[in-house]
C-alpha cells in the first residue's frame, strides 16, 4: 500500500504561482513513477505531468513551460511548481503513484483544490 498526501492547493490570481506537495509512505518501490493528474468539474481526470524515480518527465502541452514537476526521492516527495496560471488551470490536482515500469496510477492522493480567479 502506498498513501499519498497533497497540500499546497488554494485560490490565485491569473498569472499568479503556486506549489503544489505531495508525500508518499508505505511500500515504495524502485523504480516508480509519481504524477500530478487535474480534474476539472464535468471533464475527465487529465494528466499534467509525471516523473520518474530516475528523473525522466512528461508533460501535458497545455502546461509545458509553465509547469515543472520535481521530485526528492530520500523524502518521498515530488512537487508541481506552477506558473503563469490561467483561470482554464482550475481544477481538483491528485498526485499519483505507480511502481515498476508501468505510467499508470495505481494509487491516488485525496486531491488538492486549484482555483484560479480574479
Known amino acids: 500500500q502506498v498513501q499519498l498526501v497533497e497540500s499546497g492547493g488554494g485560490l490565485v490570481q491569473p498569472g499568479g504561482s503556486l506549489r503544489l506537495s505531495c508525500a508518499a509512505s508505505g511500500s515504495i518501490g524502485s523504480p516508480n513513477t509519481m504524477g500530478w493528474y487535474r480534474q476539472a468539474p464535468g471533464k475527465e481526470r487529465e494528466l499534467v505531468a509525471r516523473i520518474t524515480s530516475y528523473g525522466s518527465t512528461r508533460y501535458a502541452d497545455s502546461v509545458k513551460g509553465r509547469f515543472t514537476i520535481s521530485r526528492d526521492n530520500a523524502k518521498k516527495m515530488v512537487y508541481l511548481q506552477m506558473n503563469s496560471l490561467k483561470p482554464e488551470d482550475t481544477a481538483v490536482y491528485y498526485c499519483?503513484?505507480?511502481?515498476?515500469?508501468?505510467?499508470?496510477?495505481?494509487?491516488w492522493g485525496q486531491g488538492t483544490q486549484v482555483t484560479v480567479s480574479s
Open positions: 499519483s503513484y505507480s511502481g515498476g515500469y508501468s505510467s499508470s496510477p495505481e494509487y
